[in-house]
């Protein structure tokens, strides 16, 4: 094996381990869904909380993992005013308490 090209791959698969939303996410948009812009309380496209990313996998607050193929979900958030030179710097990831 060339040893410029060893890397790690997961062999964890997604698993959805309740109906979605599960119960912990239908909590958190039952008190959040009053508070929110109107368009952004249907849950129908991403019906689950993300509580962490790992590698390609996202996991919500319910344990479900699901296959990240949008590539940013969970990276974080650009902070207010751009970063140095106009680009936009990236703050930790949010986090759900």
Do not use: C
């Not at 309740?18 to 912990?24: I, R």
């Not at 508070?35 to 952004?40: D, E, F, I, L, S």
């Not at 207010?80 to 986090?95: A, D, F, L, N, Y």
């Amino acid at each position: 094996m060339n040893p410029h090209l060893a890397y790690s791959v997961s062999t964890e698969l997604p698993v959805v381990r309740t109906p979605l939303p599960g119960p912990n996410s239908r909590a958190i948009f039952e008190r959040t869904d009053p508070h929110v812009t109107h368009g952004m309380t249907g849950h129908e496209l991403v019906p689950f909380v993300e509580a962490r990313k790992r590698g390609y996998l996202i996991e919500d607050v319910d344990g479900n993992t699901f296959a990240d193929h949008i590539g940013g979900w969970g990276f974080g958030r650009p902070r207010q005013g751009g970063g140095k030179g106009g680009r936009t710097e990236w703050s930790e990831p949010q986090r759900i308490r």
